[in-house]
């Protein structure tokens, strides 16, 4: 029975494994050709659904000015020189230590999270 079982728990991964190497890889361009999808921008900061959440009922209590005009944002890139960053609300911080040192704005009914230091968006909370 042991036997039996080590082997069926062998052949299992074997099999996944090979799943995995046969699974598409996006953004790399296969031989002769263009890439299949481009790459997605990569968040500079970790936030997961639940934080999400918390940043956006909190965020809503304070009643930010959306920036107007704001068009284009894309996290990696850079925010709009005339937006006016605000500090998150103390129970965000408490919450979510991944935008203590960060800032944000409120445009097109997201939340646009700005690293201060280089004014480069880190996440954006839709």
Do not use: C, W
Not at 20 to 39: F, H, L, N
């Amino acid at each position: 029975m042991k036997r039996t079982l080590a082997v069926f728990a062998l052949g299992t991964a074997l099999l996944a494994g090979s799943a995995i190497a046969q699974s598409p890889t996006q953004g790399i361009a296969p031989p002769g050709g263009s890439p299949r999808q481009p790459a997605v921008p990569q968040r500079s900061i970790k936030i997961t659904a639940e934080q999400e959440y918390v940043i956006k009922e909190n965020v809503k209590d304070v009643h930010v000015t959306p920036a107007s005009g704001v068009s284009n944002l894309e996290m990696g890139g850079k925010a709009p020189a005339n937006v006016e960053l605000h500090e998150f609300p103390k129970i965000v911080t408490e919450k979510v230590a991944a935008v203590k040192m960060h800032k944000f704005f409120v445009a097109n009914d997201q939340i646009v999270v700005v690293d201060p230091k280089d004014n480069t968006i880190a996440d954006i909370i839709k």
